[in-house]
């Protein structure tokens, strides 16, 4: 069986370090033999989270076809800046609808739940912002995915990655190698832990 994997970041900024961390991982997931998604957040649309609006409206559109594609997906790379320590609103903000699904044209759907996850980081300060990272993992555990105990905070990240998008120093290029075959092995394993 080929692991279908999404690979994200959550960032949308021009030029995003974070965006260049997803991409080194979308190029070792798929030289691993990976079947990857590699997509933006720009392409997923959604206002805060709100739960009148969830009542009035239901599940925005942006955040259900995400929520469908990560359905179909067995495991998920998230690239994740770090704000003030912590995971920033973009992604927390995608996190929390697509936790708010649970049904789709009738038929149940949860889409984090049994997903495998992988985290990765990029920060052009030295941690690589790795702070987020333990913050995020707990979000990721509360929504029902399986987080890897592998992840890469890669610092410095400025100047990080070379021309061919790879990661320069060894030790981060190391740390994401592992990360992503981690969650290779773990999907080809046992698929999804629905
Ligand atoms: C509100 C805010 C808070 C930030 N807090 C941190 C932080 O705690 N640690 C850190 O390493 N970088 C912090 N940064 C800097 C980001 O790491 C930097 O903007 C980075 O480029 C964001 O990733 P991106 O390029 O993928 O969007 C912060 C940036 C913003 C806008």
Redesign the pocket.
Same mark, same amino acid.
């Given at each position: 069986m080929i692991p279908r994997i999404l690979v994200f @970041? =959550?960032?949308? #900024?021009s @030029? /995003?370090?974070? %965006? #260049? $961390?997803a991409d080194a991982a979308q190029l070792t997931l798929a030289q691993l033999g990976a079947d990857v998604t590699r997509i933006s957040l720009l392409d997923y649309p959604m206002p805060l989270v709100d739960e009148d609006l969830k009542a009035r409206e239901g599940i925005p559109m942006g955040a259900m076809n995400l929520g469908r594609l990560i359905s179909a997906n067995d495991g998920i790379f998230i %690239?994740s !800046?770090?704000?003030?320590? /912590?995971v !920033?609103p973009l992604l927390k903000n995608v996190i929390d609808w697509v936790s708010l699904i649970s049904e789709d044209d009738g038929r149940p759907l949860k889409p984090w739940n049994g997903r495998y996850v992988a985290l990765g980081a @990029?920060? #052009? =300060?030295k $941690? =690589? =912002?790795i702070?987020?990272l333990y913050h995020l993992r707990s979000v990721m555990m509360a929504v029902g995915t399986q987080v890897l105990t592998e992840q890469c905070a890669v610092g410095g %990240?400025g100047s990080a990655f070379d021309e061919d998008g790879r990661i320069v120093d060894e030790r981060a290029s190391g740390m994401l190698d592992k990360t992503c075959r981690s969650l290779f092995d773990h999907c080809k394993r046992h698929g999804r832990v629905d």
């Open positions: @970041a =959550g960032s949308v #900024k @030029a /995003s370090i974070n %965006a #260049k $961390l %690239a !800046p770090e704000y003030n320590s /912590s !920033p @990029a920060s #052009k =300060g $941690l =690589g =912002g702070r987020n %990240a």
